[in-house]
């Protein structure tokens, strides 16, 4: 499993913590940067994480700034990313079942430990086989490639 994440200068220390665990527990973690707390532009990161995805460079994505809500809307506007932002791992094992979500996002008062639990759960939970989840994913697909 090859998660890619992406921060700003806000969410450096949480990524960089949250990074430090995954690998631990062997996730492969592929950094999208920013490497430091010197002040960024958030959506630089976002669009690098999700070109990652979108190119199967890496399986899911991990996004991080200040309230999580900035970055998901920039990993958002890339073609093929359906990015949520969540604050429990319940959000995100529903982002997963109902959404096919493939960048969970989150803001840098996270807890160490429940980012790792999002993360872990967001990345473990497979989407749904319910047809009417399908369906509505699809519609999402469509309406991007036609506009």
Do not use: W
């Not at 090859?2 to 950094?31: F, S």
């Amino acid at each position: 499993m090859k998660i890619g994440i992406a921060n700003d200068h806000r969410g450096y220390e949480l990524k960089t913590k949250l990074k430090e665990k995954l690998q631990d527990q062997n996730y492969e973690v592929v950094d999208y940067g920013t490497y430091s707390t010197e002040s960024v532009d958030y959506p630089d990161f976002a669009f690098r994480l999700g070109r990652a995805v979108v190119d199967k460079e890496v399986n899911y994505g991990v996004a991080i700034c200040g309230s999580g809500i900035g970055i998901s809307i920039a990993c958002n506007k890339v073609k093929g990313i359906r990015c949520a932002k969540v604050t429990t791992s319940e959000e995100a094992k529903v982002t997963r079942i109902d959404n096919n979500s493939n960048i969970v996002a989150f803001g840098e008062k996270t807890s160490i430990d429940e980012a790792l639990k999002i993360v872990k759960t967001f990345v473990e939970t497979a989407f749904s086989t319910e047809e009417k989840h399908y369906r509505r994913v699809q519609k999402i697909i469509s309406y991007e490639e036609n506009n």
